[in-house]
């Protein structure tokens, strides 16, 4: 099980597509080789947060993907994957091109995952999800966890509090992560937005402006020097598709914004919070200098 899964939110469906050739049904290899990826490819360790230890660890799960002789037969089409044990999909025509004609899952199979931090073995993560299909799509629906992806994502809120609490914005990002956990990926952006707006109107500190778009803002932010210039550039379509996820997306169009959209907002706590450390590195070692260079004169 994938590091993205486990911190997904409640409810988040990961969707491949199923084909159709005549009366057989099938996966071509591109989406075989992904849903084998989503389940580990045969790997039992991964990194992920680990709560309990406030540390990033290694994890060992319970459960993970085999595939017996070729997982694809000549790079087209998927052959057999099994996984905790169970079949999600079989048909074994040897030499011949591989159609999925009969599914063996059931419509709602549920299962758990449980992975388990490798310095310790009382700290773990229990993950609920249930595999169904319909003639156009293989789902995998996450439907509960303990640990919360809130509970998991909640230290990066930490990470960042004192450059949040500058742009009164804790709060909203919190806010951020507990939508996510519950699979509301609307309000997730919405809170997300906010931050991003907190952010931009207080690193202005009242700038003298030719209008109050947003454009303009950052415009401004990008000539001070104020964002983070490896992706500055991304600012107006990354408030762009925020203000779109909330008006005109649906939820799981929202949930795939999410993960990048984030990660710019983080981008830019990480280069606040590294600029004001280098400040503080500065003063101290001018500050130190001057008194050695006073001392030994």
């Known amino acids: 099980m994938n590091d993205d899964f486990i911190k997904a939110p409640i409810y988040c469906n990961y969707r491949w597509p199923i084909e159709k050739k005549d009366d057989q049904y099938y996966i071509n290899a591109e989406n075989s080789k992904e849903i084998i990826m989503f389940f580990g490819n045969g790997k039992d360790k991964l990194r992920s947060f680990c709560v309990l230890c406030n540390n990033e660890e290694s994890f060992t799960t319970d459960s993970k993907l085999t595939f017996e002789r070729n997982g694809i037969l000549n790079n087209k089409y998927l052959y057999k994957i099994n996984y ?77 509090e004192k450059q949040l609490k500058k742009f009164d914005a804790v709060d909203d990002y919190k806010k951020v992560h507990i939508h996510r956990a519950y699979g509301d990926n609307i309000a997730a952006l919405l809170y997300l937005r906010r931050v991003f707006e907190k952010m931009t109107n207080k690193l202005l500190d009242g700038a003298d402006l030719s209008d109050n778009r947003f454009e303009t803002k950052i415009k401004k932010l990008r000539e001070d020097k104020k964002l983070n210039p490896q992706v500055d550039n991304l600012a107006k379509p990354v408030y762009e598709l925020l203000s779109k996820g909330i008006h005109e997306l649906n939820n799981d169009e929202c949930n795939e914004l999410f993960q990048s959209l984030n990660l710019f907002i983080e981008m830019q706590l990480i280069y606040i919070k590294t600029e004001k450390e280098k400040e503080q590195t500065l003063i101290e070692l001018k500050n130190d200098i001057s008194q050695k260079h006073s001392k030994l004169k």
């Not at 048909?91 to 709602?108: H, Q, R, T, V």
């Open 84 to 160: 905790g044990g169970y079949d999600l999909f079989y048909k074994y025509l040897p030499g011949k091109e591989i159609y999925l004609n009969d599914f063996e899952i059931k419509k709602a199979y549920l299962k758990l995952v449980t992975i388990t931090c490798n310095y310790d073995a009382n700290h773990y993560y229990v993950i609920y999800y249930k595999l169904s299909h319909t003639e156009n799509e293989f789902i995998i629906t996450k439907i509960g966890q303990n640990i919360s992806p809130y509970e998991i994502g909640l230290p990066k809120v930490k990470k960042f």
